[in-house]
């Protein structure tokens, strides 16, 4: 059985981070299994040639993580739930 569900169907992608993903060449949801969502954050700044929010580096992880767990735990979901373990790394 293949995997069917999409992009939007993730919690907390919505049309801006659909966007971003495709500019990313990231269609599906199986394109997320093997990405870095800090890798991804740094080549959407590329390509968009300016600062993004590191907040977006959040959404892109809770959905490489659910990509990789359609069972991820519900408090898992919501792209803050990443902002606090990315500021705890960051020592902020």
Request: proline content about 5%; overall charge negative.
């Amino acid at each position: 059985m293949t995997n069917q569900r999409r992009l939007i169907d993730l919690v907390s992608v919505g049309p801006a981070t659909l966007a971003d993903l495709e500019d990313l060449g990231i269609t599906e949801v199986e394109h997320l299994l093997d990405k870095d969502a800090h890798e991804l954050w740094e080549r959407l700044q590329e390509i968009k040639g300016t600062r993004v929010d590191p907040c977006c580096e959040d959404v892109f992880r809770t959905a490489i993580e659910q990509a990789r767990d359609p069972n991820l735990p519900k408090e898992k979901r919501p792209w803050h739930y990443w902002s606090k373990e990315r500021k705890q790394r960051a020592g902020e």
